[in-house]
């Protein structure tokens, strides 16, 4: 009969388990994800230098660039080309000996193998260029821009050496600006190939847990994102896997979002969709790139809690969700789960303001119950005595604080003699807010116009949430009449029609149509830089002769060398050397300070825009 001997061998396999696993040594989560990385890491080592071998091979051998081809592409008649030089008849040394007279093309056609089974030779003709076409003198690329951007500092790592071929750059000079080169302590992606490889292994090999990988700290990189760092499973949803010997991942394969026993992961999340949207107020675009870190909300130190009765002082009537105000409070301590107090405790951090009435929407809890975590809240931070870091205050950092802006709470805009900005976090009622200006286009032919307006008398833009009366954000379509505020051109993008050409100077910019004085022809544009890189960047400009900074204040700088728009080629002028017909003005617009290039007089189509870059552009 056959079920008795099953059931022995049965247990004897059980018996064998049993004998194995108290055989063999335990081996701990961080020795096993180890020796998996490691393993990973072997085979790709091994697979990579195979891999690379023969992508360098291919590169030799005629016909194997030919398979590569597609099949329609390799047929017999597939022929190569080899021209004789062009001759010119300043005959350069090295082609002399050629017979210019009589240039001939030499065609050859191969079999598939490669093999050369014709050769012929044309006789073409030749069109002999003269200086027509001059080679244009070598010019440094640029991103096109129709904003600023935020740029802050370059990298300390040196991509390469510029000018490594001309001997008249001082490079040594320049490369003291740097720490390294960049190949040194840049990311590599292989890394993440063999990570990912590795986390696959773990997760259905070993049937270890994201927490299991994560928590023993072994892997080089990071599964998990962190506050606006996107963790490694994140970047793979966003990019093609490899296709090497030792891949076990599936291609349909997609790796689950991470789930998390610890109960923060609801804060992270939020942080990092925070560090997405731009926290000024006047912009809250995402991946915003003109505001930057500048804003960044995750990292400002202004914000603390207020004391509750601030709060609670707020709070006229009660709301409907059993709320604290009604006289039913029980005293038992609310039993929230870690989940519920990880809801909580982020709501408000990031909102310290909230009311326990609004909290209580937040968190799905009734209010009464908020109000206790409230309290108990503040008792805790009351003892550990939580300190305000003091930052230095940036160009236009918005005020974020309790209380009034003045000298008793540290608001910056009173720190900085300021108006307080729109995207400060006080209240609108706060009297040291801009209040706009009530110039009417009725009034006068273009409104705001002369410093008789508040706004332009303060250099400021008019502002079209506080500016009510000049029409300074758009022209109605019911009213076309209507005539546009003459302090808004900036913000409404009225720029001329510009193109460049050669001037004297190299490159100019020109008028394609007519200005008329006080017009704005353009916005300089380029990256907000920080005043190390300036200096870094200076070299190069020296070098190369070109400079296209200009200078905000003390520490910020324009420079649309490597992004900008054509206002970058505008060229310099003065009394001495020509009339200047435009000058650069900055402008607060919007909270944001932009530097508008305005016509000082009537200018043709065609013109050349010149303005005076001042008196200590030459000088430096
Ligand atoms: C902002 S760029 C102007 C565009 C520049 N012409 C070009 O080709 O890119 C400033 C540089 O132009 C040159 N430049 C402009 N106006 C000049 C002038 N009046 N005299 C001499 N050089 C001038 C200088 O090399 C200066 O560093």
Redesign the pocket.
């Known amino acids: 009969m056959d079920v008795p001997a099953d059931t022995d061998s049965d247990s004897a396999d059980e018996q064998n388990d049993v004998l194995k696993t108290l055989l063999e040594p335990e081996v701990s989560t961080s020795d096993l994800v180890q020796s998996v990385f490691s393993q990973v890491q072997t085979e790709f080592t091994e697979w990579n230098v195979t891999h690379c071998h023969q992508v360098l091979t291919s590169f030799t051998a005629p016909s194997t660039w030919r398979s590569r081809l597609h099949p329609d592409l390799r047929s017999p008649t597939l022929a190569s080309i080899t021209a004789i030089p062009n001759p010119s008849l300043d005959a350069r040394p090295a082609l002399q000996g050629v017979d210019f007279a009589s240039p001939l093309v030499s065609q050859e056609v191969y079999a598939s193998d490669g093999a050369v089974i014709e050769v012929s030779s044309v006789k073409p003709d030749i069109i002999y260029l003269t200086s027509s076409l001059e080679p244009h003198p070598p010019?440094e690329s640029c991103s096109p821009l129709h904003r600023s951007v935020f740029h802050g500092d370059d990298s300390d790592n040196m991509n390469f050496i510029p000018y490594a071929d001309d001997n008249t750059f001082h490079r040594d000079n320049h490369t003291f600006h740097y720490d390294s080169f960049s190949w040194q302590d840049t990311f590599d992606p292989d890394l993440e190939v063999i990570v990912l490889e590795a986390v696959y292994r773990l997760l259905i090999q070993h049937a270890l847990t994201h927490d299991d990988i994560e928590g023993c700290n072994v892997l080089p990189l990071k599964l998990r994102s962190r506050s606006g760092i996107p963790g490694l499973l994140s970047i793979t949803r966003r990019r093609d896997r490899l296709h090497w010997a030792g891949n076990t991942i599936p291609t349909s394969y997609t790796f689950p979002p991470p789930t998390w026993s610890e109960g923060s992961d609801f804060g992270n999340r939020l942080k990092t969709l925070n560090s997405l949207f731009c926290p000024n107020l006047s912009c809250v675009e995402p991946l915003c790139s003109v505001h930057g870190v500048q804003y960044s909300m995750s990292r400002n130190p202004m914000r603390s809690h207020p004391p509750l009765s601030h709060i609670l002082g707020e709070i006229t009537s009660p709301c409907r969700n059993q709320c604290f105000m009604n006289d039913k409070i029980k005293e038992a301590s609310p039993s929230w789960g870690e989940a519920d107090l990880d809801v909580f405790r982020v709501i408000s951090e990031i909102s310290p303001n909230t009311t326990p009435c609004d909290l209580a929407q937040l968190c799905l809890k009734p209010c009464y119950e908020v109000i206790l975590s409230t309290e108990a809240r503040t008792k805790v931070e009351a003892k550990s005595g939580v300190l305000l870091l003091e930052v230095a205050v940036l160009i236009n950092d918005p005020c974020h604080h309790t209380g009034p802006c003045n000298s008793s709470t540290g608001c910056p805009c009173f720190k900085n003699q300021s108006h307080c900005q729109r995207h400060c976090r006080c209240s609108p009622e706060c009297i040291r807010r801009w209040k706009g200006c009530h110039c009417s286009s009725a009034r006068s032919k273009w409104g705001c116009v002369t410093e008789k307006c508040p706004c332009v008398e303060a250099r400021r833009e008019c502002d079209p949430e506080l500016c009510m009366d000049c029409s300074c954000m758009w022209v109605s379509p019911n009213a076309p009449d209507d005539t546009p505020c003459r302090n808004s051109q900036i913000q409404r993008g009225v720029q001329k029609k510009l193109e460049v050409k050669r001037?004297?100077?190299?490159?100019?910019t020109f008028l394609v149509e007519a200005a008329k004085a006080g017009d704005l022809i353009t916005e300089y544009v380029g990256e907000m830089v920080y005043e190390p890189t300036v200096e870094s960047r200076a070299d190069l400009?020296t070098h190369r002769?070109?400079?296209?900074v200009f200078g905000l204040n003390n520490t910020l700088s324009l420079d649309?060398t490597y992004a900008g728009n054509l206002s970058?080629?505008?060229?310099?002028?003065d009394e001495e050397?020509g009339t200047a017909n435009s000058q650069a003005q900055v402008q607060l617009v919007n909270g944001d300070h932009r530097i508008g290039i305005f016509a000082i007089r009537d200018m043709e189509a065609g013109s050349q825009v010149l303005m005076n870059?001042g008196s200590q552009?030459?000088v430096e």
């Open positions: 010019y001037s004297s100077w190299g490159l100019g400009a002769n070109r400079c296209y649309a970058r080629f505008i060229d310099h002028s050397r870059y552009f030459f």
